[in-house]
């Protein structure tokens, strides 16, 4: 990009060009391997299905502290690892 447009008047202008050329490729480039959106929408998107999925887990926790529990059980959120498992490693991890 530098070498095509150049002479540059002033280093302004090249760094405005840079600025130019970033905001493109972050908000209007279409990528084919995330379903051709800009990548700062995909971006937006992965933050928002954490939020909900943080305010999921909050909600989890709310309903555990209202019976009493203190510490929501991890069996709870993940499988419990099958006695024949245990059997062939010895260990739980």
């Known amino acids: 990009m530098i070498h095509r447009r150049a002479p540059w008047k002033t280093k302004e202008a090249v760094e405005f060009a840079t600025?130019?050329?970033?905001?493109?490729?972050?908000?209007?480039?279409?990528?084919?391997?995330?379903?051709?959106?800009?990548?700062?929408?995909?971006?937006?998107?992965?933050?928002r299905q954490l939020a909900s999925q943080t305010a999921t887990m909050v909600a989890l926790t709310g309903l555990h502290q209202s019976r009493g529990d203190s510490v929501p059980r991890l069996s709870e959120f993940y499988p419990q690892p099958s006695s024949s498992f245990l059997k062939c490693t010895g260990t739980p991890f």
């Open 19 to 47: 600025l130019v050329r970033v905001s493109w490729f972050n908000h209007y480039r279409l990528l084919q391997p995330i379903g051709y959106i800009p990548p700062a929408e995909a971006e937006a998107n992965y933050y």
